[in-house]
């Protein structure tokens, strides 16, 4: 969550007209690292300043079209980058995991089927 842009003025006025960091912080309840960085850069940031870069949007999407059934530690392996990478790739192209609804009825039905015996 960003604060707005008056809130923001509106601390770093006051640690203008005589408050300290840690008062403001305190006033405010917020961190006085946060307050510091304010000082830096009043705006927030609206924009990445790099794109991502090692694996390309094009080359996982076809992937994923080839090998939709594949864990993401394969993929790993084949893209020649980490899990976690993989994770964030498809979590920025809005691909979440593929839902396998048989599993959780067979489970379901497994589960009925004891309780009819007890």
């Known amino acids: 969550m960003t604060y707005s842009l008056d809130f923001r003025r509106q601390v770093l006025k006051s640690?203008?007209?005589?408050?300290?960091?840690a008062g403001a912080a305190e006033f405010y309840n917020?961190?006085?690292?946060?307050?510091?960085?304010?000082?830096?850069?009043?705006?927030?940031?609206?924009?990445?300043?790099?794109?991502?870069?090692?694996?390309?949007?094009?080359?996982?999407l076809k992937d994923v079209k080839e090998h939709p059934d594949d864990y993401q530690y394969e993929r790993a392996r084949r893209l020649?980058?980490?899990?976690?990478?993989?994770?964030?790739?498809?979590?920025?192209?809005?691909?979440?995991?593929?839902?396998?609804?048989?599993?959780?009825?067979?489970?379901?039905n497994k589960k009925s089927r004891l309780s009819e015996k007890a």
């Not at 640690?15 to 960091?21: E, L, Q, R, V």
């Not at 006085?32 to 996982?60: C, E, F, G, M």
């Open 80 to 108: 020649n980058c980490s899990k976690t990478g993989i994770y964030h790739a498809l979590k920025r192209l809005g691909i979440s995991q593929k839902k396998d609804l048989r599993t959780s009825k067979s489970i379901s």
């Open 30 to 60: 917020l961190s006085p690292t946060t307050i510091q960085n304010w000082k830096r850069r009043v705006h927030s940031k609206a924009t990445r300043q790099t794109k991502p870069y090692k694996i390309p949007d094009d080359v996982l």
């Open 15 to 21: 640690i203008d007209d005589g408050i300290t960091f």
